[in-house]
């Protein structure tokens, strides 16, 4: 039923996300040719104008998806459609773990499309040895900070961005599942269990983080990655994989026993 | 044969109201069982318990034997008051959606009603007046051969020809060992296809009775001893 789930979702999301990165693309060339043209019109301030809305856009966009995604969630389970979803013969948390998949991997499509973009703005500001040498720069500062490690702080850095994007939409869902247990101004209730969610996971994670400020202190010279990054990135990977759990479980209890749609 | 659906002291709050308290009742195999009361009585309430939407503060629902969850879901088809149809997909979507996740869900049954009705499987749903998504959707849930129909107001918004047909198609697409539950206000319509019906008031089943008893003891019609006993 999982696998039935995920296609149907699929199914259910595509044509809007998939009409947001046409928009996507059309902005990326019509991005490409006004910075060209503006370019050569001598007006610096127009050129730096454009740019500035070319990056606007593509974080609009970023964001339309995440809104979009999460409002799905809601209208799919919570409101008149959720009177289908929930008498489906499955069980909650597979319909949690469905659309968790499919954000995910829309969430990803939209980083990757976001950076591809980017990058053919770039090229045509200049010439592919011109990047090469700007990456290859980049990349000695980047070897310089990393030391021997980089395929160990590449590991963690993509680990980091997929746990981080769990942990948002898990975050949304159980945010809008906490705001459907009250009588009246569900999605107030909802808007306002995001915020304190989101406050509360910040506290915890400063919390966290605070022994390794001291230990910086103390020992300056042996900072290095071994010692100081790393059990910092993992322990902060660790308590985001367990409020994850915990999302989850709060969102599939609310689904599971505490339903009530209007 | 087990009870298609029994309840024992079930009781269902909303904060501090009591929607049902303390319902007892049976319903047996093949018969169709018309849940009559006021607006705000528990009907709904009811129907929503026995389709897993609300879980119970107290007291028993089972469901051929089973609590409400997956397997109950299989057996019980469920027809809300509500459109829940997403409006942006077409019928034919939402056809292989139910085949998707309904063994029971027989296609050609969906497809020979939507013609009957001259519905355009390839019209999506926003084209669609609110009469029509009913009609769909009455179509999709009695396309299952199911065990328990439950009919949450299926012909409220459906003109009265249409009716006719809807009411047919209810009492010959299931089978005589189904059950079906409908709860409506429109009494005189559906009287003569009930076999029993019940009275809810309250949040609680006042009266349960067959048809025929009451056209034989009370001498009146069900629509006339609703009137009668839901009295403003």
Known sequence: MLGKLIKHEFKAVSKVLGILHIALLITTIMGIFAINISKHSGFIFFNELTFILYIFILIAISIAVMIYIVIRFYQNIFTDEGYLTNTLPVKPYEHIIAKLYVSFVWVIINAICTLISFFFLMLSQSSISEIKIALWNYKSDLLDLMGNHTQLVIFLMILGVFISVIYMLIMSYAAIAIGQTMRNHKVLFSLGAYVVLYVLSQIVSTIIRLPFGFISLLETNTINWNTFFVPIILLSYLLSTALIILYFFITNYIMSKKLNLD | MSNILECSSLVKKYGTKTALSEIDLIIEPGHITGLLGPNGSGKSTLIKLINGLLVPDSGVIRINGMTPDVDTKKIVSYLPERTYLDNSLKVKDIISFFEDFYDNFNKEKAYDMLNHLKINANDSLRKMSKGTKEKVQLILVMSRDAKLYCLDEPIAGVDPAARDYILNTIISNYNENASIIIST????????????????????????????EIRF?????VDALFREVFKC
């Open chain 2, 185 to 212: 206000h429109l009494i005189s319509d559906i009287e003569n296809i009930l076999d029993e019906i019940l009275f809810i008031n309250q949040g609680k089943i006042t009266l349960k009775s067959t048809v025929d």
């Open chain 2, 217 to 221: 003891q009370e001498g009146k019609s």
